[in-house]
T-cell receptor, first 112, second 116 residues
């Protein structure tokens, strides 16, 4: 079965640089969620989208922005990167009518 | 606010031993509850879920029962295998209570290592 696809899988950036993470949901899923998992931490919710509209917002820094496109894929844009942004970033998708979220493999971001 | 408290690890067991990982939650109303598993280098995989009180979720020999009276959702397996070695996360959804679509609140995760 098709799963959530995230790219890139690994990313290394310098401080103050920008990064763009991409997420391709499971086919026919209309909802996308982003989570951040710091080293040894539990995943923390960042933001969610339904039908290209932002729905809920969590602890997402103002330096980050995200959007969902007409083909339902989503991008998380991160600017002025800081060392503390080093983490595993997960995307999850679901169908609005269902509550279960299906996660991608994550993008591991390292900020040097 | 919503939160999940999960038994701290690491947990080390011999193959065929009985597993329990405790999970309790704090939330208004009756959230849906989930267990996710994360194998080394991989993403989070849904293991099982329960959406209302007294529901039992089960998958791959793992079970968890939604206990409203104790606000718990403990994960159990009667006989673990080496291949069960992973990190296990308990989570709840605040759909319809704190958010529209439902954000997941996770516990800290429990590292399970099973030795042959």
């Amino acid at each position: 079965a098709a799963g959530v696809i995230q790219s890139p899988r690994h990313l290394i950036k310098e401080k103050r640089e920008t990064a763009t993470l991409k997420c391709y949901p499971i086919p026919r899923h209309d909802t996308v969620y982003w989570y951040q998992q710091g080293p040894g931490q539990d995943p923390q919710f960042l933001i969610s989208f339904y039908e290209k509209m932002q729905s809920d917002k969590g602890s997402i820094p103002d330096r980050f922005s995200a959007q969902q496109f007409s083909d339902y894929h989503s991008e998380l844009n991160m600017s002025s990167l800081e060392l503390g942004d080093s983490a595993l970033y997960f995307c999850a998708s679901s169908i609005l009518a269902q509550e279960t979220q299906y996660f991608g493999p994550g993008t591991r971001l390292l900020v040097l | 606010g919503d939160s999940v408290t999960q038994m701290e690890g690491p947990v080390t067991l011999s193959e065929e031993a009985f597993l329990t990982i405790n999970c309790t939650y704090t939330a208004t109303g009756y959230p849906s509850l989930f267990w996710y598993v994360q194998y080394p280098g991989e993403g989070l995989q849904l293991l099982l879920k329960a959406t209302k009180a007294d529901d039992k979720g089960s998958n791959k020999g793992f079970e968890a029962t939604y206990r409203k009276e104790t606000t718990s959702f403990h994960l159990e397996k009667g006989s673990v295998q080496v291949s069960d070695s992973a990190v296990y996360f308990c989570a709840l959804s605040d759909r319809g209570r704190g958010s529209t679509l439902g954000r997941l609140y996770f516990g800290r995760g429990t590292q399970l290592t099973v030795w042959p």
